[in-house]
């Protein structure tokens, strides 16, 4: 198995709260899910030959209670 790099992640309390209940439904930690949202987009990318999103500089508007 590859060696895991670590990274510094800073994220906004909101989208941190919307990927940990995420993390909690699909039963991964928060580390775990943000590494397969990665992963999910980075296959979709090789697979389109694209980006997922036009707007990757814009940060995401979260409409989250």
Known sequence: MAEKKQVPLR???KLYDAIA????DD???INGQIEY??????KQ???D???V???LDEPP?????
Do not use: H, M, P
């Not at 209940?21 to 909690?24: D, L, R």
């Not at 949202?37 to 980075?42: F, G, R």
């Open 11 to 13: 994220l906004n309390a």
């Open 21 to 24: 209940a995420w993390a909690e």
């Open 27 to 29: 039963f991964r930690s």
């Open 37 to 42: 949202l990665l992963t999910e987009c980075v």
């Open 45 to 47: 990318r090789k697979k």
């Open 49 to 51: 030959g694209k980006y």
């Open 53 to 55: 999103s036009q707007n």
């Open 61 to 65: 508007e979260l409409d989250i209670k």
